[in-house]
């Protein structure tokens, strides 16, 4: 052990590489790879958003923003709430602009979190959650979804795991990596649980554009769980501004208050050019989000379809941009079946064990990628199996 490790504290040391990154390094160094990896649009931020962010610039809006965000752009996010999804929140306590949805759900954690609390964590679930649990001293609890309930959380799952330690269940709906959404019913259940034991929700919504069969509902619409729901959103996905690093919460006084202290002294402000852009994107940057959604919803019924045919059983997302078919009729493992596929064929997916164990016997397919780029990697995948 090296001198410089040994200063490392104990739980860093513990953390895992994220195992998204290591099948992304795999593919950086061959040529003709196509990617389905990639968690992110294959569109470029709109026109109007990027001149915008431009424009900004032009005029020397270059100083720092109030911490929470500029307040016209948090006046924006509470109309969007409103107007979108029927909550209602208060721009001026209640809404905190943030470096991406990511540094939302780390400050979130931070917040509400004494040692030993207990998160309970949906899986397969994005790679950040647990770890951002364990680093803020609380303890993440998987709870394992099957693909024969197509992913979605049964109440009694939760159940089981209660304990006099549950602070808090962390969902995603659209789910990053299966594309589950839960309608609003499947809420309902959950918020029962959550009201009669007390908890708080963070919700994960960052996905909440990209639907594509049934309205999306969002968790703080359901009776009793506005005061509980820790809402995270944010531009990346919806309005393609992942580079832009620009998110949003929404939550109880209390909580934002609380979490604010944190992104004072960690952050200050997100971006200001960023700010401005998201602005313009709530104003005037609609139409470019359901060309978006229709586009992804084509592709999502071209790759589910392909998938199915070559015998890798695959359910139906209903949101994001992403499928998760199985590959246990290959007698692979997740991570095999990956390493082979991308040496073989040149097609990059991640294995499903990346987002928990529960995630293992899958593979998480993104179709943010060209209609002629995923026909292409359908074929190539197919002749990998008929080739095993």
């Known amino acids: 052990m090296s001198q410089t490790t040994t200063y490392l504290a104990e739980h860093v040391k513990a953390l895992k590489p994220s195992g998204i990154r290591r099948f992304f390094d795999l593919a950086a160094g061959m040529k003709g790879v196509i990617s389905l990896g990639v ?6 931020t709109s026109w109007n958003l990027r001149e915008a962010a431009i424009t900004s610039l032009e005029q020397g809006y270059t100083s720092y923003t109030a911490n929470a965000g500029l307040m016209e752009l948090r006046e924006e996010i509470a109309g969007y709430m409103q107007k ?25 954690f931070r917040a509400i979190l004494n040692p030993g609390d207990e998160v309970i964590i949906v899986e397969p679930c994005f790679v950040s959650y647990a770890p951002l649990v364990t680093m803020a001293g609380g303890v993440p609890i998987h709870v394992q979804t099957l693909k024969e309930n197509d992913f979605k959380i049964l109440p009694s799952q939760l159940e089981e795991v209660m304990t006099e330690r549950t602070k808090a269940i962390m969902l995603c709906s659209p789910n990053n990596p299966t594309g589950t959404m839960l309608n609003k019913a499947e809420l309902e259940k959950i ?3 959550a009201v009669r034991h007390d908890l708080l929700v963070l919700s994960d919504e960052i996905y909440a554009e990209l639907v594509y069969d049934e309205p999306y509902t969002s968790l703080a619409s359901i009776e009793g769980m506005r005061e509980r729901t820790i809402l995270l959103n944010g531009f990346s996905k919806g309005f393609a501004m992942t580079g832009w690093r620009l998110g949003f919460v929404c939550a109880p006084e209390e909580i934002t208050q609380g979490m604010l202290k944190i ?23 609609r139409e470019n989000v359901e060309e978006m959604r229709k586009s992804y919803r084509q592709r999502r019924n071209f790759i589910v379809q392909s998938l199915n045919e070559m015998g890798l059983t695959c359910h139906n997302p209903g949101g994001a941009f992403y499928a998760f078919p199985s590959i246990e009729s290959t007698g692979l493992s997740s991570e095999e079946f990956a390493e082979e596929l991308l040496k073989a064929e040149k097609v990059a997916v991640v294995p499903g064990n990346a987002f928990g164990e529960s995630g293992e016997g899958h593979i998480r397919c993104s179709y943010a990628t060209s209609l002629t780029q995923l026909q292409e990697a359908m074929k190539r995948i197919r002749r990998f199996i008929d080739n095993l």
């Open 263 to 285: 992104h004072q002294y960690a952050i200050m402000c997100a971006s200001t050019m960023a700010q401005y852009a998201g602005l313009e994107g709530l104003k005037n940057g």
């Open 39 to 44: 968690g992110e649009p294959d569109f470029v």
């Open 84 to 108: 979108q999804f029927s909550v209602s929140y208060d721009p001026e306590s209640e809404i905190i602009v943030t470096v991406g949805a990511s540094q939302a759900i780390d400050i979130a």
């Open 191 to 193: 918020a029962e649980i």
